[in-house]
């Protein structure tokens, strides 16, 4: 490979990473003033944000629906339960305290996690969440031996504002833990694009929705089947069947699920619900590395 071809190359590689670079917006957070204001009353008194509507004027046609109960598989009776997922407590427009799913997902620094925009920033307001504090394993109203870490940093990409919360829902959280947090958690790989139909497993905080589980938002609940593609050009989606719930928005989807030993790589995260079938965007791995970098 000659010199000329090579300089070429590498001018194509920057002004990609720049452009992604360029794109991205972050906020950081006085974390001492996040531990003090969540009381236990003030948990009790959250809300989980409902999902956001997706598909303007789409309903899922008969072909699609029957697609979906080809593909499906039942549920598992399996009480997996990582102590990856966790619950993230938020405050919206200072007054309005809210709940949404996260996850600690590899990185180098060891403190990363993902979960929605939507749970981080209000594009009709330009408003940013405050007091964000993330409970990795809370289950059953209870924290997991790892208590609560608070949110130093989110980051965000600019193509969900200027898509007005359409597309790229999913933002990244820095923790602020005294150590590397998901060397005790474990963590959710990321990179890996799979074919059609793929068995995955989810998880999330669910006040209602179609899981079976006590769905009050304080228990961490699962459901294992086959993800499915819908072709939804410009944008392709993936699709479960059934609805997760408010409360579950950006819990992982996840596959190559084998506790203890791996807990699989993340290849989607819950977005929003269409005529009771559950969807989620197909992840930009090179945004997400980006938004973890940042």
Known sequence: MNKKYISY????????ENAFTQDIISKTYNTENTLTYWTKE??????????????????INNSEKNMIKKNMINTRDKNDKPFAVGILFGQKNSTENFICTASVIRSDDG??????????????TNVWADNMNFWPGYDHGEQSRYGCVAVKKVNISL?????????????ILKFNYNGRLQDNTGCFGWGIQPGYPVEIVTFGYPEDGEMDCVKDTSNLCSWRGNASLLDNPPQPYQYIPLDLGDGSSKGPWVIKNSPPNNLGYLMGITYGTVDSKEFSEILNFTLISSLITS
């Open 9 to 16: 190359l590498l001018i194509i590689l920057i002004i990609i």
């Open 42 to 59: 003030r948990m009790l008194n959250t809300k989980p944000l409902p999902k956001p509507l997706i598909f303007k004027n789409k309903t």
């Open 111 to 124: 403190n990363t996690g993902i979960t929605a925009v939507h749970c981080l920033y209000d594009w009709e």
């Open 159 to 171: 193509l969900y504002i200027n898509g007005e919360g359409l597309s790229d829902d999913y933002g």
